[in-house]
């Protein structure tokens, strides 16, 4: 068996040794006698693991009382929705950031249920920064702040987190939860699809804080209650059993590491390596300012795009897979989330070092 470097956005790599404990455990869950696969989620083998990935990830993030963990379905994408229709509210209007292709996508959801207010948008700069945190300002009567801390396709990251004056803030973290501590305390709500920094695909976590839960718009579907599933653990209906299993493993791998500081170590060496091998070469580039460069999705391109077929081909040739770009953006992109060892980085610069030397 041979594992591949593998550079996916999402569903992205997940830590060889979870995949390794999960293959051990997979037809016999510690003495259970099955799969975690074939556990009913209201029996107590089940909830066992329920809880304990809940505490895990409360310990990695430091997420406090006031806050509910939910574990849910529907990726981020259904969050677009969900957030509006359960915060909205009485204010009918909320503030949306719109650094990329994840923001529009919130912000076109949103306007479905209220009135949208981008206050700040970096499409003229073909979203490659974003707003200076004090250009940014709130309708003091929006119900919320919408951003995207991590836009995955154009390999943005806001190096700060936008100060509302006591507007509960928002944020799509999908691609860069888990990376780095976070104060959670400044959030009113963190969602993030589970499949690029967490464990695999069908699993959304959404930390919310309890003011924010029980005032949904008139006409919100059960299932789409943040209520609903505060109100049973999560187990209002059956959850994505197994992905919850796994971003489990995942946590405890965290903690096994160091937790989240340790990780953001890890990830900001990782980036700066890469970005300066990036920066270094004629052949290579990314247009991103440097103060807001992703540590997650490194976009590049590559000085004539006739090569990328081959470069694509030769790098699947050294085991570095799954590095074409978003197809709205073209060239390459590298995801370089928790789960991909700076090993895997390393290789990737020795690779497209030595790929600028036979093709420049
Ligand atoms: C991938 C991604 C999404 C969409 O996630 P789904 O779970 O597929 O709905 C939304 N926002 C960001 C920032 C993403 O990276």
């Known amino acids: 068996m041979s594992r591949v470097y593998n550079f996916s956005a999402g569903p992205a790599a997940l830590p060889t040794e979870v995949l390794e404990q999960a293959r051990e455990e997979l037809l016999d869950w510690r003495g259970s006698g099955m799969s975690v696969m074939e556990m009913s989620h209201r029996g107590k083998e089940f909830m066992s693991i329920a809880e304990q990935a809940e505490a895990d990830l409360r310990e990695l993030m430091g997420i406090g009382e006031g806050y509910k963990v939910l574990f849910l379905q529907g990726g981020a994408s259904l969050q677009f929705a969900m957030v509006p229709m359960n915060l909205m509210g009485s204010a009918g209007k909320a503030d949306y950031i719109n650094t990329g292709a994840w923001s529009k996508k919130a912000i076109a959801e949103a306007r479905r249920y209220g009135k949208v207010n981008v206050v700040a948008s970096t499409e003229e700069s073909r979203f490659t920064t974003v707003p200076a945190a004090d250009t940014l300002s709130f309708d003091e009567n929006a119900a919320y702040v919408h951003y995207t801390p991590n836009e995955t396709i154009g390999g943005v990251e806001f190096p700060y987190v936008p100060e509302t004056g006591g507007l509960p803030l928002v944020a799509d973290m999908s691609s860069t939860i888990l990376s780095r501590p976070v104060e959670v305390e400044k959030f009113g709500i963190i969602y993030a699809g589970a499949q690029k920094n967490v464990g695999p695909a069908g699993l959304t976590l959404v930390i919310v804080r309890e003011d924010l839960i029980g005032s949904p718009i008139a006409g919100t579907p059960t299932m789409l209650d943040y209520g609903t599933h505060a109100g049973s653990g999560s187990m209002y209906n059956t959850p994505p059993t197994y992905s919850l299993y796994m971003a489990g493993l995942v946590f405890q791998w965290l903690k096994r590491k160091g937790g989240l500081a340790a990780m953001a170590e890890i990830n900001r060496r ?91």
């Open 270 to 360: 990782k980036a700066e390596k890469l970005y300066a091998a990036i920066d270094a070469s004629g052949f290579y580039s990314n247009p991103v300012d440097p103060v807001c460069r992703s540590w997650m999705n490194v976009p590049f391109t590559l000085a004539d795009p006739a090569l990328d077929a081959t470069f694509l081909a030769e790098a699947k040739e050294a085991g570095l897979v799954t590095l074409k770009g978003h197809r709205s953006v073209g060239g390459m992109r590298a995801s370089i989330y928790n789960a991909m060892p700076e090993e895997g980085v390393d290789a990737l610069i020795a690779f497209m070092a030595e790929f600028e030397r036979q093709h420049a």
